[in-house]
């Protein structure tokens, strides 16, 4: 029996590589505003799966994944204009989501690696908005959570690194 070869990939991966984004246009023409101040995201893809055993399994249950739903739990800093006091127009945004009704209780998001790696997804959630509280030495910080409504969507990663001949060309590089 042969020994398997070590993976090449040796370094963790950090939680701050994600970067999320809102569509903020009222035009229809996509325009993406940063979300800024988070401090913990959590992307998450949950399974509806159906028992579909039959007679045939001799007596081993077996499962099908009939939905997928998905989410992003998020905390972040209330980021606030430091001379006007203003709040961030973007975190502002998916406040007023959350306290509406029907089309404009919806956003669009997409978040990706910072980084550039193959991990980008888009798609349109609900908000829900729920400040922590805390004591006077405390920040003011917010949970947010986007519940999916609809498809998340693989899209190319806004911050990859353009690779082959056109890369060269725009970096000066190649052969």
């Known amino acids: 029996m042969s020994t398997p070869t070590p993976p090449a990939e040796t370094i963790t991966a950090l939680a701050r590589r994600y970067r999320l984004e809102l569509d903020t246009s009222t035009t229809g023409t996509a325009s993406w505003s ?26 081993w249950v077996e ?12 905390t972040m800093a209330h980021r606030a204009h430091p001379v006007t006091g203003a709040f961030n127009p973007a975190q502002e945004f998916l406040r007023k989501a959350s306290m509406s009704f029907g089309a404009a209780s919806y956003v669009r998001v997409r978040y990706y690696d910072r980084n550039g790696a193959d991990d980008a997804y888009q798609g349109q959630a609900l908000v829900t908005w729920e400040p922590d509280g805390g004591g006077p030495d405390e920040v003011d910080t917010i949970k947010v959570t986007l519940t999916g409504n609809g498809p998340l969507t693989a899209i ?4 990859a690194k353009p690779t082959g001949l056109a890369a060269d060309a725009k970096t000066g590089g190649g052969a």
């Open 34 to 59: 940063l979300v800024p101040g988070i401090t913990e995201f959590g992307p998450k893809i949950e399974p509806t799966q159906q028992d579909v055993t039959t007679y045939d399994a001799e007596g």
């Open 156 to 159: 190319t990663n806004p911050a």
């Open 63 to 74: 499962q099908a994944v009939t939905m997928l739903a998905w989410s992003i739990e998020t």
